[in-house]
């Protein structure tokens, strides 16, 4: 009898086993396909706006010009969240992801088990983040695009809805666990999951405005690579 069910106890693990041995090689298999499909190629480059995508290697942020006469993002966000409070950053680069990520996990020696758990299976909640810039370089991690006044009120538009909006004002998260002087978090729309991460949003930001971008992507660098 002992050993009936030790053997039940031993198929039941195996059948786990197998199952996410299987959906780990379906998510690759889609991963694999799906991001180098790319959409929105064909849309042509305009003069009118140019924006930039920039990664770390991990996560992509859109990159903005602060304001100019198609949308002022000082109008939702309010550069004085900042440590600095400099009103004078010509750039701003944005992104979303999950709040436990952005706030316990400034580096990856800091992950730990709960954290990654919670990410991906969509049970945290989400923040915006939002970085001031100075100049922004194009190299192999920031891609410059050049596009048209639709497509980018289309972006700027798609964007805003990620934000918790009150009075029309983004919903700042005060933390300490910024990463410099001229950053700050939102509270954000949406929750971060194994099938839509940061590189998941940014990619789709892109796709929705007729921008190049790919059909799905979880990773930073699908959407790099789609858009040289």
Not at 103 to 121: K, R
Not at 122 to 151: F, K, R
């Amino acid at each position: 009898t002992n050993m009936r069910i030790f053997i039940k106890i031993i198929k039941k693990i195996s059948y786990i086993f197998l199952f996410f041995i299987v959906f780990l090689f379906l998510f690759w298999v889609s991963t694999l396909i799906l991001s180098r499909i790319s959409v929105n190629e064909n849309t042509p480059p305009s003069s009118d706006v140019t924006i930039f995508v920039m990664s770390n290697g991990m996560h992509t942020d859109i990159v903005m010009p602060v304001q100019n006469d198609i949308f002022d993002w000082n109008k939702i966000i309010n550069p004085e969240d900042t440590k600095s409070g400099n009103k004078n950053y010509p750039f701003i680069a944005l992104g979303w992801g999950d709040k436990k990520f952005y706030i316990d996990t400034p580096t990856w020696d800091d992950l730990t088990f709960s954290t990654a758990f919670q990410a991906v299976t969509g049970l945290g909640s989400s923040l915006m983040h939002a970085t001031y810039y100075d100049t922004i370089e194009t190299n192999n991690n920031c891609v410059a695009l050049h596009i048209s006044n639709e497509n980018y009120k289309k972006l700027t538009e798609n964007i805003c809805k990620s934000f918790i909006l009150e009075n029309e004002k983004a919903v700042n998260f005060p933390t300490k666990a910024v990463y410099g002087d001229n950053d700050a978090f939102y509270k954000a729309n949406g929750r971060y999951n194994l099938f839509f991460t940061c590189n998941s949003w940014t990619n789709k930001k892109l796709k929705d405005s007729n921008l190049k971008s790919c059909i799905w992507t979880p990773f930073a660098f699908d959407v790099m690579r789609n858009l040289k």
